[in-house]
């Protein structure tokens, strides 16, 4: 019976739902998955040029593990670049570091102070808000 996947410590979520190619007749239909623990793993390799260990102290994982995901994210960008299929963020094995929140009306992403008493959106000032689940 194979190990429980722990949950892989994400700082913040991507800011971006999806991607899609441009300039490409017709979309494909099928689109690439791209997991919360994968985008992080990205972004603390290549765009915070993190070393693998230090980055996988951050996500509370070992860096067996974080080279594994990150060569599984690699593999997943280039082949919606080559076959160009659409880019999809979804939730994984993840839990973000902090509450966040996604605004209906905007769909920004944010999180809200403690010191701060409304649940509104920092952008349009929208009350249609809701936590993003871990």
Not at 28 to 50: G, P, T, W
Not at 52 to 58: D, K, M, P
Not at 85 to 91: C, D, G, L, M, N
Request: some cysteine; hydrophobic content about 35%.
């Amino acid at each position: 019976m194979p190990r429980k996947i722990s949950l892989r410590k994400v700082v913040a979520p991507p800011r971006f739902q999806g991607f899609r190619p441009y300039g490409v007749n017709g979309l494909c239909s099928e689109r690439v998955e791209l997991l919360y623990e994968e985008y992080e793993a990205i972004k603390l390799a290549d765009y915070d040029l993190m070393h693998h260990t230090e980055a996988a102290r951050l996500m509370g994982i070992s860096r067996p593990t974080f080279a594994r995901i990150y060569e599984s994210a690699r593999r997943k960008i280039a082949q919606a670049l080559v076959e160009t299929r659409e880019i999809k963020a979804v939730y994984g094995n993840a839990v973000l570091d902090k509450s966040w929140y996604e605004c209906l009306s905007c769909h920004a992403r944010f999180t809200i102070p403690r010191s701060h008493k409304q649940n509104s959106c920092p952008l349009c000032a929208s009350e249609c808000v809701e936590p993003l689940k871990n």
